[in-house]
């Protein structure tokens, strides 16, 4: 089930699932879900170590950066400047009461944001449901 802690005023919307795991667990559980399903891993980026080489501290905060072409092409073809959102990204972190979660973007603001027309409207469902089978795989046991 998708827990909704964080709820953007400006129109973006964001999915939130809680995780039975850590969070770099969540994050290796996450990337082999993607790499199964031929989704390519670009970047994992651990923000909590960037932070303690700066000095600060951090909770646990990892984000993952993955895609596919052959779903990204497609919405920047219909709007190149939806390349700034993509590929996709989804963070994986701890919360102030130790709670772990998977945060992504839901495809759907993609449409809203770049002004996407009905040719991806396919290839944004079909980004929404995968979203939604891999971080629940990823994040429930």
């Known amino acids: 089930m998708t827990g909704n802690i964080f709820k953007p005023s400006n129109g973006e919307r964001i999915d939130n699932h809680p995780s039975d795991f850590s969070v770099q667990e969540t994050i290796d559980r996450l990337a082999a879900m993607v790499t199964s399903k031929g989704l390519s891993v670009f970047a994992r980026i651990d923000h909590a170590a960037n932070a303690r080489q700066a000095g600060l501290s951090l909770r646990p905060t990892y984000l ?6 052959k779903a990204g092409t497609p919405l920047m073809q219909d709007n190149q400047i939806s390349g700034i959102d993509l590929p996709v990204k989804a963070l994986a972190w701890e919360d102030e009461a130790g709670k ?4 992504y973007n839901e495809a759907s603001w993609l449409v809203s944001r770049h002004h996407l027309t009905e040719k991806t409207e396919a290839v944004i469902k079909s980004m929404e449901e995968g979203m939604k089978n891999i971080g629940l795989a990823a994040t429930r046991r």
Do not use: E
Not at 64 to 69: A, E, S, T, V, W
Not at 100 to 103: D, K, P, S
């Open 100 to 103: 772990i979660w998977l945060t």
């Open 64 to 69: 993952i950066i993955f895609g596919n072409p």
